[in-house]
């Protein structure tokens, strides 16, 4: 039988197929070659099981090869990582300017995950509502620097019908994940998209000021207006797993539009001489939020040279 992974936790998983659910188990130690993941199986995973009517459980024989993926750093083992969701058409990544506050750094390393893996992604800035004139014109500088990228931008509310009837319309007949902090607000906006679904929420902890995980496990559900979505556990930190970064640029779409200026075709834009990013960076053309993120995940996963021509 061939199915899709809705829900996986540990061992145990849940597979539809034909639109029947089946509990399965994952037939002996399943690991995916080259990368070392701290999960075998995920949300979204195409999978062939057999199934056992007597005793009601299915074993997956086969995971069928990602055509993509989305991963972040594991809680408790973080020389690994862990992989949120498979087989993905498109990524929105739910914002929050303050309480908590999404970074550049995390969009940034979301957007680059989503370059990577050719996977479409948009972001919501959400809970407007809530945002004073200081707020709004954060929000407002927040998404500049995207739109001028080229990344699609919504902002919205669990007021605002018109932007959330915008983000069902993009939802038709795709797979789509929901990430984000947790506290974000992704299954509030899933409930608006989608009121059957009737997904738990909770406010912010008032001690730490931080999202409650109200999800625990990435979970697909199937939304009345045609396509899946996949609401997933609240994330701190992300992972750049498998990526080359000797051609991390290549995942700045901007960075790439101006690396065309660069003298070396080596460049990887530091300190080299005529250098396209660079000078775009001296003449605001690519932002220094969008450069510090580039520093910071290079810095992390590799030793480049100083001197690179």
């Not at 034909?18 to 070659?33: A, E, Q, V």
């Not at 927040?142 to 931008?153: A, F, L, P, R, V």
């Not at 460049?267 to 605001?284: D, M, R, S, T, Y």
């Amino acid at each position: 039988m061939k199915g899709i992974v809705i829900k996986s936790t540990g061992n145990l998983c849940q597979v539809i197929s034909d639109n029947k659910k089946y509990s399965c188990k994952i037939k002996g130690k399943n690991r995916l070659i080259d990368i070392e993941f701290t999960n075998p199986i995920a949300v979204g995973d195409h999978v062939e099981f057999s199934y056992d009517i007597k005793n009601q459980i299915g074993l997956i024989e086969k995971i069928n090869n990602r055509k993509n993926y989305i991963i972040r750093k594991s809680v408790n083992l973080s020389h690994k990582s862990q992989i949120i969701a498979s087989n993905i058409d498109l990524a929105l990544l739910v914002v929050t300017i303050e309480d908590p506050i999404t970074s550049f750094n995390f969009i940034d390393r979301f957007l680059v995950q989503a370059e990577a893996y050719k996977i479409q992604s948009k972001l919501i800035f959400n809970k407007i509502d809530l945002h004073d004139s200081r707020l709004e014109l954060k929000r407002k500088e927040y998404q500049h620097i995207y739109d001028s990228i080229g990344y699609e931008t919504i902002s919205t509310s669990i007021y605002d019908k018109k932007n959330i009837s915008k983000i069902k319309d993009l939802l038709k007949d795709k797979v789509t994940v929901f990430s984000g902090h947790s506290g974000v607000g992704k299954s509030s906006l899933i409930n608006l998209l989608d009121p059957t679904l009737k997904l738990k929420t909770k406010e912010l902890s008032s001690y730490h000021n931080q999202g409650v995980h109200t999800t625990t496990y990435a979970e697909m559900f199937q939304i009345n207006s045609g396509g899946y979505i996949i609401d997933t556990p609240g994330i701190r930190g992300l992972g750049l797993i498998n990526l080359n970064i000797e051609f991390l640029s290549g995942y700045f779409p901007e960075m790439v539009r101006a690396s065309k200026d660069c003298k070396f075709k080596n460049c990887i834009h530091l300190n080299e001489p005529k250098c396209g990013v660079l000078h775009a960076l001296e003449n605001n053309t690519i932002a220094e939020s969008r450069y510090k993120s580039y520093l910071s995940m290079l810095e992390k996963n590799t030793n480049y040279r100083k001197n690179n021509y």
